[in-house]
Every structure is written in C-alpha cells, then in structure tokens.
C-alpha cells in the first residue's frame, strides 16, 4: 500500500512537470503597417519551461487564406524536452499564394509540454498590409542623349506610393523630383554618366514604403567624351602654407611629412568633400529657378577645365593622380563672384578642400558649387537673384593662387559646366523637354 502510494506520488509529480503550465509567447517585430518582399518581420518566440517543440508563422488573409510563412520543429533532445527557450525566425511575406491586402500574421507554438496544446490559439498575432507589387516606373519616349560628364534629363511617370525614385549610374543616385508637373504621376531626374565611369548606364528605379523596388534600364545615346591630362608640380611652398592648416581645419591628425599630409588631403579629404556634398544635394525644390544660360565669372580666363585628369609632381615625381571636376577661373584678386542662376543657399561655410565655399539650389536637381571663396555675401537658406554677388574669389582650401572654383553638379555629383553656359545646348536638351508639359501653379521659373 505504501509503495503504491509512493508510485501514485511519483507518477503525480511527472505529470505535473511534463504538464507544465508555462506555454510559449511570442512577439512579432512589424515597422510599420505596410510590409513588402523585402520588409523582414523578424519573430521571437520564448518558452519558460521544456522548451519550444514546434513554430509555424502563418499569413491569413481577410478571406480566411492561409500561408505557411516559416516552420520550424525543435525535436526533445532529452526526456525533459528541447532545452530552446528562445527563437528568432526571419520571417518575410513574400511567399508563393501571398497577396496584396489586409493580412493577420499568426505565430503558432508549442512546447514540449503536453498542456498548452489544449489551448487552441495563436501565440501572438500583427494586422498588416500585404503590398508586394513594386510602383510602375515608365520614361516618356523623348530620345535622350547624354555627352560622358554631361547633363541629361528623363522625364517619366510612377505610382503615387513610390516615395523615392530617380536614376541610378553605377554607384551614383540621382533624385527624381515629384511636384513639378501638373500631373502628379510625371517626375524628373537630373543624371550624368561620370568620367569616372563611362561605361555605366543609367537604370531608372521607383520604390514605396513597402521596400518593394522596380528597376527599368533607361534607352540613352551616350557620346563618348576626351578629357585633357596634365601635371601639377606641387612645390614645397604650397605645402607649408596649405597643409597644416587644412589638415587641422578638417580635423585631420598631423602627418609625419608635408607630403603625406598632402596626400591625405587629396584623397581623403577630396573624398570626404565629395560625400558631403552629395549630402547637401540629397534634397532640391521642386521648382525650376533657371532659365537663361548660366553666367561665368566675367572676364576670366580658364586654368583648369572640367575632366582635367592631373597628375600631381612631387620633386619631379608622380605621387598622386586625381580628376578636376569643375573650372578654374582666375579673374583679379578678390573678384565679386555672381550666382549663375537664382537659387537657394544651401550651404555657405567651409566645405573641406573647396575652402570658404557657397553651394546654390537652383531646383531639379541642378546645384552649383563656388570654391576659394575670400569672402562669402550669403546666409544659408537665402534666396539669391541671378547675378547677385555671392562672395569674393580667394584661395581658401587647396588652392594655390586667387581663383574660382565653379561647379555645376546635380544631386551632388559634377558635370560639365560648359553646357550650363551655353543656351543653345539648354534649350535643346533641357529646356524643350521639361516646357512640353504643363507645370504645377508653384513649379514655374521665377
Ligand atoms: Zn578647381
């Protein structure tokens, strides 16, 4: 009788701990309501007693369809159970039968306790949106033709859900402006085929908030362009007067030798320059301020053209090869220096190897870039005239002698400003396009 008892106990106590009553949780990680094909929706399932013996993570959609999103068994490693308290599965919709539309995602799980499979109802559950069909990107049909460092503009149309498009060369994005047209489906981006990379094509790219992404390859006459190779001697002189003072103003550590300091400076600083240029163009108006050919410093002679590939001379020495991406213009020392167009500062300061530099938003896209500056005559934010005088010509940044260095770039990235000064060529590849479409009250010139 006592040893029955005994068993009764023991038989008592096992049931009670396989049984145990903790059955698992989960937490499904949703952003945001809309989830696309490359939206992850990480899920986390927990267990605080013999561990997770099986997850299913299912889609329902509003008719009751169901979709096995990921499973996973956890097999008992041991007579207590699978020892895996914890979980995480990447979880994504785009799984063959998912369709666009309300969903409930549904976290199923057991554990290797008998109880909680009484309990017939999911572990956590997340009302989404399923969108998996990426927005419609289509160019208009107007040839496009597009000089190596030159300007091109492609006009197309996308859904209204797409919240960044544009033109995608090689590594390089340029962003496509919405708000412009009269219609609202109607974009514009700016884009270039940089010397750099002269074999890159553009692909025009359209994504939502799902993450879903459409890439068309854009038809483009690309005409092949030379560009003039020089060398530079770099003079001991230059290199005392300039790189201490370029290095600490950049927060550079001093460098061993002038030299190598300059180095740094001309790779990494150029670099760095560049970067943060591209991030002061991520954004433009979406109005058009330029309409006339692009005024040129008056009375200057050019000393350095855009494309200008130049190899820097160090006691007779190549020790550096870098392109020019703008033009030199020397007129008389601290000469005024007009905005090429009207536009918007978005930038006026000290911009790396540029020195004191002003940067204009002239809308579209389209920026241009005034380095060296002695002076500058503009606020941040400010709108400026055609003209206006913007600051004075210097030698600040690394710049040998008093000189303007002018860019035009769009979202950030040079082009040759010889088209910008040339209405002939504005108005054949620029201007005729964007006027044969009506334009939004706020999106004219002026
Ligand atoms: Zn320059």
Redesign the pocket.
């Known amino acids: 009788m006592r040893r029955f008892l005994i068993l009764v106990a023991l038989a008592a106590v096992a049931l009670l701990t396989v049984a145990e009553p903790w059955r698992p949780t989960a937490t499904i990680d949703v952003t945001g309501p809309v989830v696309g094909a490359g939206t992850p929706v990480p899920v986390t399932v927990r267990d605080r007693g013999r561990g997770l013996a099986s997850i299913d993570v299912r889609l329902v959609a509003a008719d009751g369809t169901a979709t096995l999103l990921a499973h996973e068994d956890l097999p008992a490693t041991s007579w207590w159970g699978s020892g895996v308290h914890e979980r995480t599965l990447p979880v994504r919709v785009d799984t063959v039968g998912v369709r666009d539309g309300a969903a409930t995602i549904e976290v199923w799980a057991t554990d290797h306790s008998w109880l909680p499979r009484l309990w017939r109802r999911p572990a956590a559950t997340a009302r989404v949106t399923v969108d998996l069909t990426p927005p419609s990107v289509t160019p208009t049909s107007d040839p496009l033709v597009v000089t190596v460092g030159g300007s091109a503009f492609v006009l197309y149309t996308t859904d209204a859900d797409a919240v960044r498009t544009g033109v995608r060369v090689g590594d390089l994005v340029f962003t496509g402006v919405g708000g412009y047209f009269a219609d609202p489906r109607l974009h514009v981006a700016g884009f270039t085929i940089p010397p750099s990379d002269p074999d890159a094509r553009p692909d025009l790219f359209a994504e939502d908030a799902a993450g879903n992404r459409r890439t068309v390859r854009l038809a483009v006459t690309v005409r092949p362009k030379s560009f003039r190779h020089r060398e530079l001697d770099v003079p001991d002189d230059f290199l005392e007067r300039k790189v201490p003072s370029l290095l600490a103003d950049n927060g550079l550590p001093p460098a061993p030798t002038l030299i190598e300091g300059y180095l740094v400076i001309n790779r990494t600083l150029r670099a760095t320059t560049e970067a943060r240029l591209r991030a002061l163009c991520a954004e433009t108006l979406p109005r058009r301020l330029w309409e006339k050919p692009f005024l040129r410093l008056p009375n200057a002679a050019s000393l350095?053209l855009f494309g200008d590939v130049r190899s820097y001379r160090y006691h007779g020495q190549v020790v550096d090869t870098q392109t020019?991406l703008?033009f030199?213009l020397a007129s008389v020392r601290n000469a005024p220096v007009p905005a090429a167009e009207a536009g918007r500062v978005v930038h006026a300061g000290p911009l790396g190897i540029y020195g004191g530099t002003v940067v204009l938003d002239h809308g579209l896209g389209l920026f241009t870039l005034y380095g060296h500056l002695s002076q500058i005559a503009v606020a941040p934010g400010a709108m400026v005239e055609r003209g206006e005088e913007i600051g004075r010509t210097g030698e600040t940044g690394l710049a040998g002698g008093d000189h303007l260095?002018f860019s035009t770039m769009l979202s950030g990235v040079h082009v040759d400003p010889r088209e910008w000064w040339d209405g002939h060529w504005m108005r054949g590849h620029v201007l005729d396009r964007l006027t044969a479409h009506p334009t939004a009250p706020e999106g004219s010139a002026g």
């Open positions: 350095s020019h703008g030199d260095h």
